[in-house]
Nanobody
Framework: QVLLVESGGGMVQTGGSLRLSCAAS????????MGWFRQAPGKEREFVSR???????SYADSVKGRFAISRDNAKNTVYLQMDSLKPEDTARYYC????????????????WGQGTQVTVSS
């Protein structure tokens, strides 16, 4: 069992930055691929970024070059640095843990946090 708690969301203006954190409890954090997903009202949950236990990472095209994912296995925490934010980044952001190294689909992640809201105003 892995419990995930996100933090760091908030409201920013276009062009601003936020850093999301996801603290995990449970064993073997370093062996999980950690993912960030987001869901806007009326839309499906979509992949944002992922990082494997060996720090291999990937991003959705919509955030590439603006967002950066990282993890600190000593702190059981994964981060999402979000820069140059746009109104279309407004969504609830979820942290997830799974065993599929290159997973980008929600179904490939077994554990989920409750999410943190990010709102970008124009």
């Amino acid at each position: 069992q892995v419990l995930l708690v996100e933090s760091g969301g908030g409201m920013v203006q276009t062009g601003g930055s936020l850093r999301l954190s996801c603290a995990a409890s449970g064993r073997s954090f370093s062996t999980y691929t950690m993912g960030w997903f987001r869901q806007a009202p009326g839309k499906e949950r979509e992949f944002v970024s992922r990082i494997s236990g060996s720090d291999d990472n990937s991003y959705a095209d919509s955030v590439k070059g603006r967002f950066a994912i990282s993890r600190d296995n000593a702190k059981n925490t994964v981060y999402l640095q979000m820069d140059s934010l746009k109104p279309e980044d407004t969504a609830r952001y979820y942290c997830a843990a799974g065993r599929i190294k290159y997973g980008t689909a929600p179904a490939q992640y077994a554990y989920w946090g409750q999410g943190t809201q990010v709102t970008v105003s124009s």
